[in-house]
């Protein structure tokens, strides 16, 4: 079976950008419900999530820029993302407040995700 360069590609952007955008679903999740076998699940989940966050979001980055050069998408689509990204990274490392940092960043994850899907059909 042979395997296509670019959909690797895009598969690995895929993966990491919902492994960025698992933590604000999970805590989302942990906030709506009342299950309290589901909310001790998300409990141990969420410190590996909290941890290498950054790093799924720098993988993405990085693998969006590479898929880039190999032409792989359009160019609109790329700036979209990559400014999404870079627009999270700012929310991650500034020193506004915390509430609304977090509030922001759930949003760009979910448009983050909804964009990454996108790459693919086009």
């Known amino acids: 079976m042979i395997i296509n360069f670019n959909k690797s590609l895009s598969l690995a952007i895929l993966l990491f950008a919902l492994l960025y955008s698992s933590l604000y679903i999970l805590r989302d999740i942990y906030t709506s419900t009342e299950n309290f076998q ?14 290498y966050n950054k790093a799924f979001l720098i993988f993405t980055f990085i693998i969006l820029i590479f898929s880039y050069y190999n032409l792989m998408f359009s160019s609109l689509l790329f700036f979209i993302t990559a400014a999404i990204i870079l627009l999270s990274l700012f929310c991650l490392y500034s020193p506004i407040s915390k509430i609304k940092s977090t509030s922001v960043l759930r949003i760009l994850s979910y448009i983050l995700l909804v964009e990454v899907l996108i790459i693919p059909l086009s």
Do not use: G
């Open 38 to 51: 589901m909310k001790k699940s998300i409990n141990k989940l969420l410190p590996f999530f909290t941890k």
